[in-house]
């Protein structure tokens, strides 16, 4: 591949590593969507165990499984539509050199985004994979919920480790969709190495902004707090 192809690939990679560690640190000090849910989930799981009837609640952790099964099962098929047309390449390589901006440099530098774009959905279905298993394990433990007249202590503990379990399943999902986004980024390279830098970079910014400062989170933590200390805004 050319040089600029490379230095693309590793701004790339810089983007996508570099921003996973970034936000893992920064929301230890900061309000972030990921440790706000944590918050949100102790009062449901506090709201929880004072019910007696409790399926409302078991259903709702089938939702949030079923949202990941889907995404599990539709990144078999994309990656077996991109093994399709690395298969393909011959055929693929003259169809896409007729159309405009596309910039193949050779029938490796092909294969080699191809071959990308599989590692990066492959990466997703191995966490949406592993997020799943995590809330049939969630349904358990919902199952075995303390009752309101347990002591203090067991409902604790109970509180804690759930809390912890779904905070793993939400973020393994949360990894697998950020996996979608940089592999969408990708895409650009098909382009040019310029545009596929470019992509990356806006990635970067579009999650930075969801993840620590949209009415999302404003939504999460009012309703968390009660408090008017972040205001909703329009935009987010």
């Given at each position: 591949?050319p ?16 921003y996973t ?7 230890k ?10 918050a949100n ?38 990656i ?13 390589i ?8 596309i ?29 799943m ?16 007249s ?12 759930t809390?912890?379990?779904?905070s ?6 949360n ?8 592999a969408?980024a990708?895409?650009?390279?098909f ?6 830098m ?32 972040k205001?909703?805004?329009d935009?987010?």
């Open positions: 591949m040089f600029l192809d490379w230095i693309a690939f590793i701004w790339f990679l810089a983007c996508w590593i570099g560690y970034f936000a893992r640190f920064k929301q000090s900061t309000s972030t969507i990921a440790n706000q849910l944590e989930r102790v009062e449901w799981l506090e709201r929880m165990i004072s019910r007696e009837m409790r399926m409302a609640d078991i259903s709702s952790i089938g939702i949030l499984q079923r949202n990941v099964t889907f995404f599990a099962s539709t990144t078999i098929f994309i077996a539509g991109l093994l399709t047309v690395l298969g393909s390449t011959d055929k693929a003259p169809l896409l050199e007729a159309l405009p901006w910039e193949i440099d050779s029938r490796a530098a092909w294969e080699l985004k191809i071959l990308i774009l599989v590692v990066s959905f492959a990466y997703a279905f191995f966490k949406f994979t592993w997020s298993r995590q809330y049939n394990f969630a349904i358990v433990l919902f199952g075995a919920a303390p009752s309101e347990d002591s203090s202590k067991d409902k604790s503990i109970y509180i804690k480790q809390n912890w379990l779904l793993r399943a939400s973020n393994s999902f990894y697998g969709l950020r996996a979608y986004t940089f969408l990708t895409l650009g390279w382009f040019n190495p310029i545009v596929f470019v992509s990356a970079s806006i990635v970067v910014a579009v999650l930075y902004r969801r993840e620590f400062y949209s009415a999302t989170l404003a939504a999460l933590y009012n309703a968390s707090h009660h408090s008017n200390e205001q909703l805004s935009n987010g």
